[in-house]
């Protein structure tokens, strides 16, 4: 099977053949991959900082949209034909940027419908971050003053949207150019983070207390998110740059947990029109290089996906 993937840790990212996958165990299902998710994570799985469960030569990718075409007997509900994403880790044979991906039965949520194969492929690993940021990190309740910092990033946006779906109100930082899609997302507030004493202006919409609870979602961004924090209040951070705890804050750093359960609860709410995911570039892949050069290079303004 021709995949996307390397010969070795660091090696550049290239079209490689490995073996067809294999039989199925009972709790798998067997995708026919219709459209792979892109992200500066696979450049740490490149280079080998993230151990993603499987050595190479290989493929990588850890999200993917597809259609099922085989199923274990113990795979439950799901059956061939059935049209699913997912983030299968750790992996069972090979990574995602391939024609054909061995996936836990228990890691499938349905596509809703509406959902392009591409935005379907780009939407597990940033909203189980996001729900896993806000629900299992920050506890944010209904009420609450909640900041987003990076709310233009795919991850950003979600982190907006399930906040104020929460019934939080989300004040959040962008530049002026997504200033409309965030607000549109549901944030109550903008603030430009060009603006160096951008953590004053949350302070004073807050009457000078603080966000109750910060999202970080800017790469390098925590230090500052955590000065617009009230005293005793959460900061959760996807970066890894948590700053050293200050004035009775809880400090978190969050990396992303497969969960199926929780993806099918946020499919339902992607079907439901309540979620979004921009798609800015598609690429084929024999073209995987240049998918993630764009990504790591911060160029894309939305998602990018593989199609095989
Ligand atoms: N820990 C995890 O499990 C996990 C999971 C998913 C993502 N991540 C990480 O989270 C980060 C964001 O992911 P993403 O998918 O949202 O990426 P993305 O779509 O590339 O978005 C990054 C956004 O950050 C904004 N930004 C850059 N510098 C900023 C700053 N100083 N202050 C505020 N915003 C700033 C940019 O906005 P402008 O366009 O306005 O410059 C850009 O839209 C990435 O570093 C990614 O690796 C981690």
Do not use: C
């Amino acid at each position: 099977m021709q995949v996307a993937g390397i010969r070795q840790a660091g090696d550049r990212v290239e079209l490689i053949d490995v073996a067809g996958p294999r039989p199925l165990a009972a709790d798998e299902v067997l995708l026919e991959v219709m459209a792979a998710g892109v992200g500066n994570w696979d450049e740490f799985a490149r280079t080998g900082g993230w151990d993603v469960g499987a050595r190479p030569p290989m493929a990588l990718g850890v999200e993917a949209a597809g259609t099922v075409v085989a199923a274990g007997w113990a795979a439950g509900e799901w059956a061939p034909g059935d049209q699913v994403m997912t983030h299968p880790l750790p992996l069972r044979d090979q990574g995602a940027w391939a024609p054909r991906l061995i996936a836990p039965a228990g890691l499938l949520a349905r596509k809703p419908p509406g959902a392009s194969w591409e935005a379907a492929a780009a939407f597990p690993v940033p909203a189980l971050t996001a729900e896993q940021v806000l629900g299992d990190a920050l506890g944010v309740r209904a009420g609450e003053q909640v900041l987003v910092n990076g709310a233009s990033g795919i991850t950003g946006g979600l982190l907006v949207a399930l906040a104020a779906l929460r019934g939080a109100q989300v004040i959040a930082t962008a530049g002026p150019a997504h200033r409309q899609r965030v607000t549109g997302l549901g944030a109550h507030h903008m603030v430009d983070y060009h603006d160096r004493q951008w953590p004053a202006q949350v302070r004073a919409i807050t009457g000078g207390r603080g966000v109750a609870a910060a999202a970080n979602a800017a790469p390098g961004g925590a230090a500052t998110a955590i000065r617009a924090v009230a005293d005793g209040g959460r900061l959760a951070t996807i970066t890894s740059d948590p700053p050293g705890g200050q004035r009775g804050i809880t400090v978190s750093s969050i990396y992303v947990r497969p969960d199926g359960t929780q993806l099918r609860g946020l499919a339902k709410q992607f079907g439901d029109g309540q979620l979004e995911i921009p798609v800015a570039a598609s690429y084929r892949l024999a073209e995987a290089a240049q998918a993630l050069a764009q990504v790591v290079g911060g160029h894309a303004a939305g998602a990018v996906v593989l199609t095989p």
